[in-house]
């Protein structure tokens, strides 16, 4: 998502999502949040599973968005997008 627009309950809704297991696999946006990375440090804190929360900027999500009907994956702190079988399906 390009950028999010929330209150400070986003953060206690990402640590709920979370703590439930149902949280998305990562969170990729063109601006930065700080309330929204907040929840996930604080689910971190509380020993809760995490997700990566990447920020690639204006340009990058416009280019996800050109990247329909292939797989994305976020590894080791990069998000790799492509065609075809995606290398953790493999």
């Known amino acids: 998502m390009e950028r999010t627009i929330g209150s400070s309950s986003s953060s206690a ?6 703590r439930n297991r149902a949280a998305p ?4 946006v063109g601006e930065p949040d700080a309330i929204l990375v907040l929840g996930v440090l604080v689910a971190e804190e509380l020993g809760c599973p995490t ?3 990447l920020e ?3 340009a990058g ?3 996800l ?15 790799m997008v492509g065609v075809g079988s995606s290398p953790a399906g493999s």
């Open 56 to 58: 690639v900027g204006k």
């Open 51 to 53: 997700i990566p929360f």
């Open 61 to 63: 999500v416009e280019r």
């Open 25 to 28: 696999a990562a969170v990729v």
């Open 65 to 79: 968005g050109e990247c329909e009907g292939k797989w994305a994956e976020v590894a080791d702190g990069r998000l």
């Open 13 to 18: 809704v990402m640590l709920e999502l979370l």
